[in-house]
Every structure is written in C-alpha cells, then in structure tokens.
C-alpha cells in the first residue's frame, strides 16, 4: 500500500474565540496551512510536531502513555484546534510528536471530516452528506 497525504489548515480555537470577542485582530489567530500531511489510520488524531504545537499556542491538558510500534511512550495531548480540509472543518485534539517528525492525520480526525480513503487510487474521498444522519459511503 502507498502513502496518501493532504493539505490541512490548522487554527488554534482560543484565539479564535478571543477574535470573536474583538479581544484580539483576526490578523492575531495563530493558524497554518500544511501540505502534504501523512494520512496515518494508524493514529486516532492529529498528530504535530512540538514545535509546531508551540506556534499554534496550544495548552496541554493530558499525559498518557500509549503503545507504539517500539512498545510504549509517554505522549502529551494538547487542547483542540480547527481544523479544515477543504471546505469542512471540526475541532480536534492534537497529540505532540517529537521535534522534526512528520505531522499526521489521524483515523477520527477523518472520520468526524467525513473522509474515507481510496487506497488504490493514493487519495482520499469526502463522503456525501446526509441530513441528519452524517456522512455515507458513495
């Protein structure tokens, strides 16, 4: 199987809300685009680098241990942020990866996106929307 990749936005949601408040500019929200982010089944989340974290502003909330392909680490989690893939968007939780590593989208980011992958084709599909009852495979 290949790799898919996608381009994302990501935004912190405080900065948003503060925006909404006229507390700070909407020049002032903390927000980037990335491409060509790992599709990643394999994480649950958004995954970002710590120093990608640190941009955003994002404030940490949880420490936990989780099981890698190695055995085990300790991850940090950090509050949500929107995030946007092409035109949908909901909020996320994010969990930080070591410097330098590569973001990752993970499977419940996708699926709350409506977005399913076409793993012969190396792309993702955005599932049609129905009323009331979510996403539904075409």
């Keep these: 199987m290949g790799r898919i990749y996608i381009d994302i936005e990501v935004t912190n949601t405080d900065d948003l809300a503060l925006a909404s408040r006229e507390i700070i500019t909407p020049d002032q929200v903390r927000h ?3 491409e060509n982010v790992l599709v990643d089944t394999g994480a649950t989340t ?6 990608m974290i640190r941009r955003l502003g994002l404030t940490r909330f949880q420490e936990e ?16 942020v929107k995030l946007k893939i092409g035109e949908r968007s909901t909020t996320v939780d994010v969990m930080e990866l070591p410097e330098g590593a590569e973001p990752l989208l993970g499977a419940v980011s996708m699926q709350r996106l409506g977005i399913a992958l ?5 792309s993702v599909q955005f599932l049609k929307v129905s009323k009331g009852r979510g996403y539904l495979r075409i």
């Excluded at 958004?46 to 120093?51: H, I």
């Excluded at 076409?118 to 190396?122: H, K, L, S, W």
């Design 46 to 51: 958004l995954c970002l680098p710590a120093e």
């Design 32 to 34: 980037f685009r990335l």
């Design 65 to 80: 241990e989780v099981a890698i392909a190695t055995g085990t680490a300790k991850i940090r989690s950090f509050e949500s």
């Design 118 to 122: 076409d793993v012969a084709g190396e």
